[in-house]
């Protein structure tokens, strides 16, 4: 069923297939097709130069009819150099998104001619490998859930079983203190793309199961599941497994209606805005090898509507309390209180912190698509040798924003803390 043409006002044609029972929303006012439309300007106007979000970008524009060349462009090139640079460094995971992004792009040319899917089984097994020595993969259990959904998608070799095995719901999976719903959701679609592929492997069923299961407990009583960056990745597994559950245990309109609300603030940056977008339209990442690659040029009007907000400006101080912590050795703990002006966020308490006291304080960032990571406090390096990382928190709930993102009140108590993952 075609839901609607959202967004042909403004002159783009987007197709939705709600799977009509769970999400069936048949009136999208105009802000909401306008919201829609200031996703894909944040997505198309990205000139970030990381390979995730030119990845992510491309898959999300599969899905909208209307094309862009200029960004098209752009993002293929950068996702072809990543690809063609052979690099060991790349991960595992982001040489799976290249390769859903080439197909996403209609360049399945490329990825036959050079045996990409080979070379992704390869870094795949060195994951597997990895956890076969030391317990955990090189790196996610997220980075294997895109192994697998594009080694499946692309019709690579894998073994039901061992995969049934590797994504069993156990905590060191799916666990850093809480449930991974990013991880969780993202192995459904992998499980679901080889169920799909290899009907009745009880094991694979059962995984799915008990991951859908789990996802459902995260959800909170406004919709959103687990936090609002986990949601558009949670809608795509809830989207697929709908045999796992009944109608009742998810509104998916509340849902919808809550991740539009937050449309424009928190969906600001191009790898988010990509993230959660195919949700949007009622599409998962297993849509991805689906759908025509003949170029519908459309009506090119990228005339983008523009939602003004007003930012209070104050010249009003709050002030925060901040510590640092090392949890795992728990020799170091420094706390202090500091100043910043209404709005500020939790770089600029760290940055206060540090002028007060280098040596306590002092910390260093890397920039990242999600913006600074930040990598070492009071000298004190965070390592991914190590699988360690400095977590952030407030009044002790981990945060759900990095440092540049979040916004801290009066009264808050941050904090940073060297943890394990
Ligand atoms: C695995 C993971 C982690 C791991 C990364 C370990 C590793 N070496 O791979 C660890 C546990 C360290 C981590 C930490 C954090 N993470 Co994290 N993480 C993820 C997850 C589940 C998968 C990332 C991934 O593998 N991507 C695939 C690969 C191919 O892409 P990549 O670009 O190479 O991935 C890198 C970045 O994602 C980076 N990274 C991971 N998380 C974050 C968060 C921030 C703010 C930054 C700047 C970078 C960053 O680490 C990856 C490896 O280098 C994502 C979920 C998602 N939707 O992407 C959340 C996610 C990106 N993380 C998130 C958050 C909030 C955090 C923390 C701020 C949590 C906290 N309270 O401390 C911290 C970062 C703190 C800091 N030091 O600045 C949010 C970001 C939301 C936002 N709008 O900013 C996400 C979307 C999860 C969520 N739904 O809340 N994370
Ligand atoms: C593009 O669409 C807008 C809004 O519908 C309209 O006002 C404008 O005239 C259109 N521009 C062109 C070149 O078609
Ligand atoms: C994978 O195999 C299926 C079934 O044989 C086929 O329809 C599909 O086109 C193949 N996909 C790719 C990307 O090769
Ligand atoms: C689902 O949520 C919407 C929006 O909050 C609400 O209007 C609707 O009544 C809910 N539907 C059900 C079946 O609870
Ligand atoms: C807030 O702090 C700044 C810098 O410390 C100072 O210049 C300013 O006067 C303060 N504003 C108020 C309202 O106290």
Redesign the pocket.
């Known amino acids: 069923m075609r839901v609607s043409q959202w967004l042909s006002?403004?002159?783009f044609l987007l197709f939705s297939l709600f799977p009509a029972h769970l999400c069936n929303i048949c009136e999208v006012s105009s802000k909401e097709k306008d919201k829609l439309a200031l996703l894909i300007n944040t997505m198309v106007n990205s000139n970030d130069p990381y390979s995730s979000i030119a990845s992510h970008v491309l898959m999300a524009l599969k899905f909208v009819d209307q094309h862009y060349p200029k960004a098209e462009t752009t993002f293929l090139n950068q996702v072809k150099l990543n690809i063609m640079q052979c690099d060991d460094a790349v991960t595992s995971g982001q040489f799976a998104l290249d390769l859903l992004a080439l197909t996403a792009a209609c360049q399945t040319c490329i990825i036959k001619d050079y045996e990409l899917v080979k070379k992704l089984e390869q870094k795949f097994q060195a994951e597997v490998d990895s956890i076969d020595k030391h317990g955990h993969p090189l790196t996610t259990y997220y980075q294997l859930g895109l192994d697998v959904l594009a080694i499946c998608l692309l019709n690579g070799t894998y073994s039901t079983s061992k995969i049934a095995d590797l994504f069993s719901v156990d905590s060191k999976k799916y666990y850093n203190e809480q449930f991974s719903v990013d991880t969780g959701a993202l192995a459904v679609l992998a499980l679901t793309c080889v169920d799909r592929k290899n009907p009745d492997v009880k094991e694979i069923r059962n995984d799915i199961r008990m991951l859908v299961e789990r996802i459902l407990k995260e959800i909170k009583p406004d919709g959103i599941i687990g936090n609002i960056y986990s949601t558009g990745r949670a809608m795509q597994a809830l989207f697929v497994t709908s045999q796992y559950y009944k109608e009742k245990d998810w509104n998916c309109t509340k849902t919808l209606q809550n991740v539009l609300n937050h449309i424009p603030e928190a969906f600001h940056r191009p790898i988010t805005a990509s993230q959660v977008f195919p949700a949007l339209l009622g599409k998962t990442y297993l849509d991805l090898t689906h759908g025509s690659c003949q170029s519908n040029p459309g009506d090119l009007?990228n005339?983008v509507p523009t939602i003004t907000e007003s930012t209070p400006q104050s010249q009003e101080n709050i002030s925060v309390k901040y510590q640092v912590v090392d949890f795992i050795t728990k020799d170091f703990k420094k706390s202090t209180e500091v100043s910043v002006p209404k709005g500020s966020f939790f770089l600029n308490v760290m940055e206060k912190a540090q002028e007060k006291d280098q040596k306590a304080f002092g910390f260093t960032t890397k920039s990242s698509e999600w913006g600074p990571y930040v990598t070492s406090v009071a000298g004190i390096e965070a390592s991914s040798k190590d699988r360690t990382y400095w977590q952030l928190l407030n009044n002790d709930q981990p945060l759900s924003q990095g440092v540049a993102d979040f916004v801290v009140s009066k009264g808050d108590k941050l904090e940073v803390r060297l943890s394990r993952y």
Do not use: C, D, F, L
Request: glycine share 20%; proline share 20%.
């Open positions: 006002p403004v002159g009007n005339s």
